[in-house]
C-alpha cells in the first residue's frame, strides 16, 4: 500500500514521545540552539502522569532538572497538595509525595518546550521509518491532516516502550536490568 506524504519536514533532532523522558529532551536540545520536534500521539504532553491520571510526584526532594522546575511552578501557582495517609516501601520508609493539578502539569510541559523553541506535533502517530546504512534518515507520522515525513540527523525513542527501536531494527531494553520487570507507574 503506497502512503501519500501531505507535508515534508526537516529537524535536527525528532523525538518520539511526549512524556517527561521526551520532554526533557527536547527542553535540553532545544535550549542548545538543535532545531527539535517532539511527537506525541496523544492531546497533551506527560505521559503516564496525565494520560494514566496519576496526579502525584514522589519524593520532590530528591529531584532536580525539569521535574523540579515543573513542581515549583505547580507549587508557585498553588496547584499542589501533600498526599494523604502514610505510606512505606519494602523497607519500612516512609514514601513522601505530592498531588498535582494534570491539567497544569499538561500546561507548564507544554509552555517549557515551547519556551525552549522546540516545536511539537500532537496526536501524531509513528507509522513507520527509512532505514538506510544502518541510520533512520526519516520517520513516517500518521497525523489529523494525513501522513508526514519528518527527516532528521538524530532520532529518540522517548516512546517507553521502544516503538521507534523495534521499527528501526534496533536492540532495545525494557524493565530493569536484572529482573526486565517494568517499573509499578510506567512501561519501561
Same mark, same amino acid.
Given at each position: 500500500m503506497?502512503?501519500?506524504?501531505v507535508e515534508n519536514y526537516e529537524y535536527d533532532v525528532v523525538?518520539?514521545?511526549g512524556g517527561f523522558a521526551g520532554v526533557s529532551a527536547a527542553v535540553s536540545s532545544s535550549q542548545n540552539g538543535v532545531k527539535t520536534l517532539l511527537v506525541e500521539g496523544g492531546g497533551d504532553l506527560g505521559g503516564d502522569i496525565t494520560k494514566g491520571l496519576v496526579p502525584q510526584l514522589l519524593d520532590m526532594k530528591g529531584k532536580g532538572g525539569l521535574v523540579k522546575k515543573l513542581y515549583d511552578c505547580l507549587k508557585e501557582g498553588d496547584n499542589t497538595s501533600p498526599r494523604r495517609g502514610e505510606r512505606y516501601d519494602g523497607d519500612g520508609k516512609r514514601i513522601p509525595g505530592t498531588i498535582v493539578n494534570?491539567?497544569? !502539569? #499538561?500546561?507548564?510541559?507544554?509552555k517549557f518546550c515551547r519556551d525552549a523553541g522546540a516545536d511539537i506535533m500532537l496526536h501524531s502517530?509513528?507509522?513507520?521509518c527509512d532505514v538506510k546504512d544502518r541510520e533512520i534518515e526519516s520517520v513516517v507520522l500518521a497525523t489529523e491532516c494525513g501522513s508526514v515525513a !519528518? #527527516?532528521?540527523k538524530v532520532f529518540?525513542?522517548?516512546t517507553g516502550n521502544g516503538l521507534l527501536a523495534e521499527m528501526a531494527g534496533c536492540e532495545w531494553e525494557t524493565?530493569?536490568?536484572e529482573t526486565g520487570q517494568p517499573q509499578p507507574a510506567g512501561t519501561s
Open positions: 503506497e502512503v501519500h506524504i523525538i518520539i514521545g494534570l491539567e497544569y !502539569v #499538561k500546561y507548564y510541559l507544554e502517530m509513528l507509522a513507520g !519528518v #527527516k532528521a529518540i525513542d522517548a524493565g530493569h536490568p
